[in-house]
C-alpha cells in the first residue's frame, strides 16, 4: 500500500489523479491534498477520499475550510494552511509518492522538497523543472528520488525508452525524439486573426481538456517550447536531438528514434489518466479507465512541420535552451505573466510572444547554479515583463 500526497489536486490532473486512486484502493492511499483557493471542491475530494491532511495554499480561504471540516463527517483531517504547508505534506513519513500538479512557478518549492526527500516524483508541473532544470535533476539523483513524468509526451517517451531505463540517463542508442504537438486551435487560424483571438477561443483545446494556463500555452505552442525543455532534461539530450511535429489527432503521444532506424511510439486516446496510471503503477501496469483505442475510428493520422512563424513560443523556448544558464527561467516566468496578462484581457494573444522576446532580451545567460539564482532570475524576470506589458499599453 503506498501513499500519495496530490499537490493541486483541484486542477485538471488533481481530479484524473483522484479518479485513478479511486480505482486502486488496495494499492493507493490519500494521504495530503492540496489546494490553492477552491475550497469547495477540495471539500468534497476530502469526504470523498479522507486524506490524513488537507492544505489551503491561500491563507484567507484556510479558515472557513478549516470550520467545514470541523463540522463535518470528516472532522478528523488536519488541515494546514499557506505555501510553506505544501512542502510539508510532500515531504511526510508516510507518503511514497506525489504527484507534483500545481500549475507554474508555484509549484517549485514542494515539488523540489519531495525531490530532496527521495520520494516518487510524478511530475506534471512541467514548470518547476524547465526553471529550475539541473537544480532539480541534481536533487533528484543526490536522493535517490524516482522522478516518473507525468506529462503525455513525455510518459510516451520513457514508455518508449530501453527496458530499466529511468529519467535523468542518457540512452546511449536513442537518437532523437520526435515529441508530438496537436498544434492546438489556432493550427490553422489565418495570421492575420490571431492577434484578435479571445481567452475563450484560447482555452478550447481540440484534444484535450486542461487547466486554463497550460491550454493558452498549448495554443501559443509554449506549451511545446516548455515540454522541449522538459525533455532535454528528463532524458539528457540536445535540443537539435528533439523535433517538434505536429500530429492534430493526439494519438500518438511521441516517438523514440533508435540508432539502428527503430522508431517506437506510444499511442491511445487523449486521456492524461493513462500517463497518471502509467507512472503511478510503475513497473507494473494497472487500469486507468481509459476507453481501449479504436484503431479503426482514428482511421488516419498526419504529421506536420511546426510554422516558427505562426508560433514564435516554440522558436524562443529553442533559444532559451540553447542560451542555457536562467534563460529559461527567465522565459518560463515571462511567460506566466504574459498569460495571466492575456487571461484578464490586458494585452492581445500576439502580444504574449512579444512579451517574452523582450524580456528574454534584458538577460544575459547567467549562470542558474543555486536555487536561489533561479529564485531571483524568476522574480526579475517577472517585473521586467510587468514592465514590457506596461510598454505595451502606453
Ligand atoms: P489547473 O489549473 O487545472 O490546476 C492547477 C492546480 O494547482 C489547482 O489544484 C490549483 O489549486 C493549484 N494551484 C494553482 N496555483 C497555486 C498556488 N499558487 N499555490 C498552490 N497551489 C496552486 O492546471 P492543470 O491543467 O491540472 O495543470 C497542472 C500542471 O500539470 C501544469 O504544470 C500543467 O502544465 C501540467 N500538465 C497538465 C496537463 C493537463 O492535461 N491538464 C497535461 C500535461 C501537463
Ligand atoms: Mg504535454
Known amino acids: 500500500m503506498k501513499g500519495i500526497c496530490i499537490l493541486g489536486a483541484t486542477g485538471s490532473i488533481g481530479v484524473s489523479t483522484l479518479d485513478v486512486v479511486a480505482r486502486h484502493p488496495d ?136 527496458a530499466g531505463y529511468t529519467p535523468g540517463h542518457t540512452a546511449k542508442q536513442a537518437r532523437r525524439i520526435l515529441l508530438t504537438a496537436s498544434g492546438g486551435p489556432f493550427r490553422k487560424t489565418p495570421l492575420e486573426l490571431l492577434p484578435d483571438m479571445t481567452p475563450d477561443q484560447a482555452v478550447a483545446h481540440p484534444k484535450w481538456d486542461m487547466g486554463r ?6 495554443a501559443t505552442m509554449m506549451n511545446k517550447g516548455l515540454e522541449l525543455i522538459e525533455a532535454c532534461l528528463l532524458f539528457n539530450m540536445d535540443p537539435d536531438q528533439i523535433q517538434v511535429v505536429i500530429h ?26 493513462t500517463p497518471i496510471a502509467h507512472a ?23 504529421f506536420e512541420k511546426p510554422d516558427l512563424q505562426r508560433f514564435p513560443c516554440l522558436r524562443l523556448a529553442y533559444e532559451a535552451i540553447k542560451a542555457g544558464g536562467i534563460m529559461p527561467t527567465v522565459l518560463n516566468a515571462a511567460n506566466e505573466i504574459a498569460v495571466e496578462a492575456f487571461l484578464n484581457e490586458e494585452v492581445k494573444f500576439t502580444d504574449i510572444a512579444i512579451i517574452i522576446e523582450r524580456s528574454m532580451a534584458q538577460f544575459k545567460s547567467d549562470n542558474a547554479d543555486s536555487l536561489e539564482l533561479v529564485l531571483q532570475a524568476d522574480s526579475q524576470a517577472r517585473q521586467v515583463a510587468q514592465s514590457v506589458i506596461e510598454g505595451l499599453a502606453a
Open 213 to 218: 494556463k497550460i491550454s493558452v500555452d498549448s
Open 280 to 302: 503511478m503503477a510503475w513497473p507494473e501496469r494497472f487500469d486507468s479507465g481509459v476507453a481501449p483505442l479504436d484503431i479503426f475510428e482514428v482511421g488516419h493520422m498526419d
Open 248 to 273: 492534430p489527432q493526439s494519438i500518438i503521444h511521441s516517438m523514440v528514434d533508435y540508432v539502428d532506424g527503430s522508431v517506437l511510439a506510444q499511442m491511445g486516446n487523449p486521456d492524461m489518466r
Open 27 to 162: 494499492q493507493y492511499r490519500v494521504v495530503a491534498l492540496t489546494a490553492n483557493g477552491n475550497i469547495d471542491v477540495l471539500y468534497q475530494q476530502c469526504v470523498a477520499h479522507r486524506p490524513e491532511y488537507a492544505v489551503v495554499a491561500t491563507e484567507s480561504k484556510a479558515e472557513e475550510f478549516k470550520q467545514r471540516i470541523a463540522a463535518s463527517p470528516v472532522a478528523d483531517i488536519k488541515v494546514l494552511a499557506g505555501a510553506e504547508a505544501l512542502a510539508e505534506v510532500a515531504t511526510l513519513e508516510n507518503v511514497d509518492a506525489v504527484m507534483a500538479a500545481i500549475v507554474g512557478a508555484a509549484g517549485l518549492l514542494p515539488t523540489l522538497a519531495a525531490a530532496k526527500a527521495g520520494k516518487t516524483v510524478l511530475l506534471a508541473n512541467k514548470e518547476a523543472l524547465v526553471m529550475s532544470g539541473q537544480i532539480f535533476m541534481q536533487a533528484v539523483s543526490a536522493s535517490g528520488a524516482v522522478l516518473l513524468p507525468i506529462d503525455s509526451e513525455h510518459n510516451a517517451i520513457f514508455q518508449c525508452m530501453p
